[in-house]
């Protein structure tokens, strides 16, 4: 059964690029995303895991770790983080985890079969501090991410985490958000004493609470 936000991340050890983990113990006080490819020393990937060694800071910043994980053993790994660094302007510089035996990806159910029944798909796991599922995306193996969302939504959950706000479409930091439905107008302003434009009854903004 496939996981669902709010549910439980599973936990596991796992051998990865950077040594033997625990997850939960690497995970520490993080919030983590978990990431799987579908493949070593294909196109995609290569610029996939290059991008997100590329963006470490932007993770730090927010108390992220970042670890990767496809079904290719662990020299498969370590050779093609040459190729990595070589075509990417990058040093890696988180984990790959080596999952041989799909211990990861059959408990994130990563391997979709009508897909491909080898290998796992581009699935991302966005979770948090407390260990719950927070996100969940799934891409086709033809596809690359886009780290810029996933930043961007890392963004919106620590704030709605927070603040009883919501985030629109399309939102970035620093722009208004939206009131939480659940907010009567009569707490609205002393909860968000910067300012609340009612636009209807339901759609209620205010500037970014955090800033
Ligand atoms: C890639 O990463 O380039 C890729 C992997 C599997 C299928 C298609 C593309």
Do not use: W
């Given at each position: 059964m496939s996981l669902r936000l709010g549910d439980q991340a599973p936990n596991f050890s796992a051998t990865t690029t950077e040594g033997p983990i625990d997850f939960y113990k690497w995970l520490g006080n993080s919030w983590g995303v978990l990431f799987s490819h579908p493949a070593d020393y294909t196109p995609v990937c290569?610029?996939?895991?290059?991008?997100?060694?590329?963006?470490?800071a932007e993770f730090d910043k927010?108390?992220?770790?970042?670890?990767?994980?496809?079904?290719?053993?662990?020299d498969s790994h370590q050779s093609w983080i040459k190729d990595i660094n070589e075509?990417?302007?990058?040093?890696?510089?988180?984990?790959?985890?080596?999952?041989?035996?799909?211990?990861?990806?059959?408990?994130?159910d990563m391997i979709h079969p009508k897909a491909d029944d080898k290998a796992t798909v581009r699935s991302v796991f966005i979770i948090?501090?407390?260990?719950?599922?927070?996100?969940?995306?799934?891409?086709?193996?033809s596809t690359g991410r886009n780290f810029a969302e996933i930043l961007r939504v890392i963004d919106s959950l620590q704030l709605?985490?927070?603040?009883?706000?919501?985030?629109?479409?399309?939102w970035r930091q620093g722009e208004d958000c939206i009131v939480s439905p659940s907010v009567p107008d009569?707490?609205?302003?002393?909860?968000?004493?910067?300012?609340?434009?009612?636009?209807?009854?339901?759609?209620?903004?205010?500037?970014?609470?955090?800033?």
């Open positions: 290569t610029t996939e895991l290059g991008a997100v060694a590329r963006i470490k927010r108390n992220v770790k970042a670890i990767a994980v496809s079904v290719d053993p662990l075509t990417q302007a990058c040093t890696m510089n988180f984990p790959i985890i080596a999952d041989s035996n799909r211990q990861v990806a059959s408990a994130y948090g501090p407390d260990k719950k599922i927070k996100l969940t995306l799934t891409y086709p193996a709605t985490a927070h603040h009883k706000v919501a985030t629109p479409a399309n009569s707490d609205a302003q002393n909860l968000f004493p910067k300012g609340v434009r009612k636009v209807k009854p339901y759609l209620r903004y205010t500037p970014q609470p955090d800033l």
